[in-house]
């Protein structure tokens, strides 16, 4: 059978999501492309956390590594790599943030309350305390840069009145292979495409039955003289739960398959870069790493 000609179609985009199709691809190529899209494509993430005060109950080791968590709003392809050896940061690899909150009692807050929101202010440290602070000359640098958390309402710690917590962050640009908190996709899967072939007509209390084995709109029961006749409507939509098997009178009309070359990727971004940045920079890796194969080729040749 000869091979079937690539193609790449979206089907389904929105703001953190994409979902889209590649055909006539080899297995290999797919789970290379996701494993690229977890791991190797970079972001910017908390590495190091200066803890000048924290007297909060938070241990310090569980709010750096909580801290590391935190998707940050950057570009990873503004920055370099640091280098291995170096301890400070500098303004082309490094951003700088600032988190510090303090808790007091509210004055203004009624004496029968037992609302911790109402009594205390500042009791709730939230992603959107950590500000921003240039090194170098990143202000002239990013003129137009809102470097902060993706979301503002991530609860880092809980504090009581007089706990405190001061610490300086450093962020720099990683890949998922080093550790989680840089990979970009909350997740990124693939699945075959589902072929569903009823191999005689079902009609009736059997197409009604049939109907029900798959999940919502994958059966549709269209009506032909009088008769309920089941059709197969949208395939992709099923979920491979293999129910009809479990009725005697249907397992033998139906051919459930894989298109073995359709794969159905979804991709769905922490926020950092938008999804369809992900799997233009996830090809320009995947490209890149096949380039250096060819070149130690063609070095072991020459030799």
């Known amino acids: 059978r000869l091979p079937q000609a690539f193609r790449v179609d979206v089907i389904r985009e929105e703001e953190d999501t994409l979902e889209f199709d590649m055909v ?18 970079p972001t910017m993430a908390v590495e190091k956390v200066f803890v ?41 690899d490094t951003l700088q943030f600032q988190l510090k909150i303090k808790c007091k ?11 911790p929101d109402e009594l205390y202010i500042n009791h709730k440290v939230y992603s959107k305390h950590m500000t921003w602070v240039p090194l170098g000359n990143q202000t002239d640098l990013f003129p137009d840069a809102d470097f902060r958390p993706v979301h503002d309402d991530i609860l880092i710690a809980l504090l009581r009145p007089g706990q405190e917590i001061d610490v300086l962050m450093h962020c720099v640009k990683g890949i998922g292979k080093d550790h989680a908190k840089f990979s970009p996709v909350a997740t ?36 032909i003289n009088g008769k309920k006749v089941a059709r197969v409507a949208n395939a992709r939509l099923d979920t491979f739960s293999r129910e009809v098997f479990r009725h005697e009178g249907l397992k033998n009309l139906v051919r459930l398959a ?20 992900l799997v233009s920079e996830a090809i320009k890796i995947l490209m890149g790493k096949c380039q250096r194969f060819l070149n130690e080729l063609d070095s072991v040749s020459m030799e």
């Open 24 to 41: 006539g691809i080899d297995a290999a190529i797919a789970n290379a492309f996701r494993r690229i899209l977890l791991a190797e494509v």
């Open 105 to 115: 009692r509210n004055p203004q807050a009624a004496k029968e309350s037992s609302d």
């Open 188 to 223: 990124a899967s693939y699945r075959l495409l589902p072929d569903i072939t009823l191999l005689q007509p079902i009609e009736d209390e059997a197409a009604e039955t049939l109907q029900k084995c798959f999940s919502p709109g994958v059966i549709e029961i269209q009506n």
């Open 52 to 92: 000048y005060n924290n007297t909060s109950i938070v241990q310090d080791e569980i709010l750096a590594h909580r801290l590391g968590l935190i998707p940050i709003r950057a570009d990873p392809r503004l920055f370099e790599y640091r280098n291995q050896g170096d301890q400070e940061g500098t303004e082309i």
């Open 258 to 277: 894989r298109v073995r070359n359709h794969y159905i990727f979804s991709v769905e971004s922490t926020g950092i870069l938008p999804p369809d940045v």
